[in-house]
């Protein structure tokens, strides 16, 4: 994990010393809370093959987000299904992979 910029460590700072105040009600934060259980409850195993290549990309794009690969899978695909993921709109960068089609005529 990277080091904390000047603006992390003065909310922090305000943090621990109490100046920070909840911006929600009591009912606005039992409902976040409720909302944040259900998302994190994982309760399905799913197994999937990805090509080395794929794998290895996933891993490194984990590594430097500092998480779990396995984490960096489950987010994407939640992102995707609940409709927050959008494609990138230009060329792809440079050493990504694309894929092809062969038509048959």
């Known amino acids: 994990m990277s080091k904390p910029d000047p603006y992390e460590l003065e909310v922090l700072e305000a943090y621990e010393s109490g100046r920070l105040k909840p911006s929600a009600g009591k009912a606005e934060l039992q409902r976040l809370r409720a ?3 259900a998302t994190a409850i994982k309760d399905r195993r799913v197994n999937i093959r990805l090509s080395s ?3 290895l990309g996933i891993q490194a794009k984990a590594l430097e987000e500092g998480m779990p690969y396995q984490t960096l899978i489950a987010s994407v695909l939640h992102k995707y299904v ?20 062969r038509r048959t005529n």
């Open 35 to 37: 909302a944040a259980r």
């Open 53 to 55: 290549m794929d794998l």
């Open 82 to 101: 609940t409709g927050k993921l959008s494609e990138r709109s230009g060329p792809p960068k440079s050493g990504a992979r694309r894929t092809s089609t």
